[in-house]
């Protein structure tokens, strides 16, 4: 079973507008609400790929209730620990093309439920076969809670792809507790090692050698349209994709993180794994609706990925 976490879930709200006016009335009548987070958008991708996925994280609240109701409703399995406080919203506000967001900080966790959460944790750590963590972590968690649930991991010998960003990647690049695989993005790779890495061989190549990923087998850094560049061990590998035409590429990278976890739990080779995460990116790129994916397409696509050793 793939365990995904989503330690600060929300319901996102998507409002569709011709014209976004400041300062006045803006009505819209094509609502979407739907159960978000980058954990959840893991889970419906590795839904609908077939896998034996369970969702868990912490849920509160009204929005929590609606949460689990729409998991359910879709068949995922979930088991998330319960929190006082409640659940966010977080808004797009879709507008002349362009995305404007407004998110919601989130519960603050009181240390007794973070502390409920890894008893919960360690029990869903125990039944999985792999676990994907991704996003942030909300208000009340101290910024290494990834390293605990990584320690717990670790102990019972389960591979982990994390996506996260910021300080919370920071804390557990810092510590012994390392997941076998990260995905980040070239934003926050800069970010990370706090210069402009560059879509350029050289570039990567370096900045992926940086001391702060040893002992992390995978790195996968997610390119957009331009693919993604990889390293695996000692070997890095360059991802070239086809063009495609792109409806809404929000997510992409959470089907990504899909992809490999579901390759990892497959015993999928290095460049099979590679091929499957950016196929599936691409099949969410094209789809409106984030974290879903035409799976019809998908060997016309898989078939046309190159993937070398550089
Ligand atoms: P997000 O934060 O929205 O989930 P991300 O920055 O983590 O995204 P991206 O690098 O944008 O992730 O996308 C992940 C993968 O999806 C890419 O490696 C690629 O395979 C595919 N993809 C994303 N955008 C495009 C695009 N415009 N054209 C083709 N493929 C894309």
């Known amino acids: 079973m793939i365990v995904t976490i989503t330690m600060n879930p929300s319901v996102d709200i998507s409002y569709p507008l011709e014209h976004f006016q400041l300062d006045t009335v803006n009505r819209v009548s094509k609502v979407r609400k739907t159960a978000g987070g980058k954990g959840l958008n893991v889970t419906r991708v590795l839904e609908q790929l077939g896998a034996d996925v369970l969702a868990s994280g912490l849920l509160g609240g009204e929005l929590g209730d609606a949460i689990q109701h729409e998991l359910t409703s879709a068949g995922i399995k979930h088991a998330f620990s319960p929190i006082s406080g409640k659940t966010r919203n977080c808004i797009a506000i879709l507008h002349e093309g362009k995305q404007t967001e407004i998110l919601e900080q989130g519960p603050v966790i009181s240390a007794s439920e973070a502390e409920d959460f890894l008893v919960h944790f360690e029990q869903l750590a125990e039944d999985a076969t792999i676990l994907s963590f991704s996003g942030s972590l909300p208000a009340g968690l101290p910024v290494d809670f990834y390293s605990e649930m990584l320690a717990i991991c670790q102990q019972k010998k389960k591979p982990v792809v994390l996506d996260c960003s910021g300080k919370a990647l920071q804390a557990v690049l810092e510590s012994q507790e390392k997941p076998t695989v990260i995905k980040p993005n070239l934003e926050e790779l800069s970010e990370l090692l706090a210069f402009e890495v560059t879509n350029e061989l050289p570039v990567l190549k370096e900045a992926l050698r940086n001391e702060r990923f040893a002992g992390i087998e995978w790195i996968v850094v997610s390119l957009g349209a331009h693919g993604a560049f990889a390293k695996h061990g000692n070997t890095f590998y360059q991802v070239n994709i086809p063009k495609i035409d792109v409806v809404n590429p929000v997510g992409s990278g959470d089907a990504t993180v899909a992809g490999i976890t579901y390759a990892l739990e497959q015993g999928k080779s290095a460049?099979?794994?590679?091929?499957?995460?950016?196929?599936?990116?691409?099949?969410?790129?094209?789809?409106?609706?984030?974290?879903?994916?035409?799976?019809?397409n998908f060997p016309h696509l898989y078939n046309q990925i190159k993937v070398a050793k550089v």
Do not use: P, S, Y
């Not at 099979?272 to 196929?279: R, S």
């Open 271 to 296: 460049e099979e794994l590679l091929k499957i995460a950016n196929v599936l990116g691409m099949l969410n790129a094209q789809e409106a609706v984030t974290g879903q994916v035409n799976l019809m």
